[in-house]
C-alpha cells in the first residue's frame, strides 16, 4: 500500500497560494484609484488639478477655453454646452453652463466624467466646482443646467512646455453609471470630484 503523505505538508504552500490570489485580487481593485491619484498629481492623461476656491491673481495674458460635450450611446440624454467657448484671462475665474435633456418618457439618472486637452495644461487648469461625477436624475423630458467654476493658472505662460497653449479644450460625458464610464475607460482618464457650485 503507498504511503500517504500528511495534509499538514501541503498547508504552508495553500496558504501562499491564497495570499497570492488575495493580493492580486487587491491591486486589481486598487488599480483605478491608484492611476487617478496618479493623474491628479502630475497631470498625467489630461486630468485636471482641482484648484483653490480663489485663484492666484489675473495676468493679462488671454485664453480660450473650448466646451465639449459627449453622452454614451446607453444615455437618452441631449447634452450639450450653452456656449461652445470662453475667453478669458490666465488667472481669472469664470462660471460656465452644460444644458442636459431627457429625451426619455421615464426619468434617468447620469453622472458625468470630465477632462482636458491638450494634456500637458490640465495641470494648470482649475476647476473650483463642477457637477462631475455626482448622480443627476432628470425627469421625463426634463431640461437641467449644470454649472462649472474653473481658472486657468498664469504659470502656464511660464513653463516652456505650455508657454505655446493658447487654447484648452474641457470635455465632459455623460454616462448612465461610473460602471459605464469604467468599461469605456473615461473613467481612469477622469479629473476628480470638487464639489457641486451652492445654489
Not at 489675473?58 to 456656449?83: M, Q, S
Not at 481669472?92 to 452644460?98: G, I, T, V, W
Not at 449644470?146 to 481658472?151: D, Q
Not at 498664469?154 to 459605464?180: G, H, K, N
Amino acid at each position: 500500500m503507498p504511503a500517504v503523505r500528511p495534509v499538514r505538508r501541503n498547508l504552508p504552500m495553500a496558504a501562499l497560494l491564497a495570499g497570492v490570489v488575495a493580493g492580486m485580487t487587491g491591486l486589481s481593485f486598487a488599480a483605478v484609484p491608484l492611476y487617478r491619484m496618479f493623474c491628479e498629481a502630475t497631470g498625467y492623461g489630461g486630468t485636471p488639478q482641482i484648484g483653490p476656491s480663489v485663484s492666484p491673481g489675473v495676468v493679462a495674458r488671454p485664453i480660450v477655453v473650448r466646451f465639449n460635450a459627449d453622452t454614451h450611446p446607453g444615455l437618452p440624454w441631449r447634452f450639450t454646452p450653452l456656449e461652445s467657448e470662453a475667453r478669458l484671462q490666465l488667472g481669472e475665474e469664470r462660471l460656465a453652463f452644460y444644458t442636459a435633456t431627457n429625451r426619455a418618457e421615464t426619468a434617468v439618472t447620469g453622472v458625468a466624467t470630465y477632462n482636458v486637452t491638450p494634456e500637458k495644461a490640465a495641470k494648470y487648469f482649475h476647476k473650483t466646482a463642477c457637477f462631475c461625477f455626482d448622480q443627476q436624475t432628470l425627469g421625463p423630458r426634463q431640461d437641467m443646467q449644470f454649472p462649472l467654476s474653473f481658472y486657468v493658472d498664469p504659470a502656464i505662460a511660464t513653463d516652456p512646455s505650455t508657454a505655446d497653449v493658447r487654447t484648452i479644450t474641457l470635455s465632459y460625458t455623460f454616462f448612465r453609471s461610473l460602471d459605464d464610464a469604467a468599461r469605456s475607460g473615461a473613467l481612469a482618464e477622469a479629473g476628480p470630484h470638487v464639489g457641486r457650485l451652492l445654489e
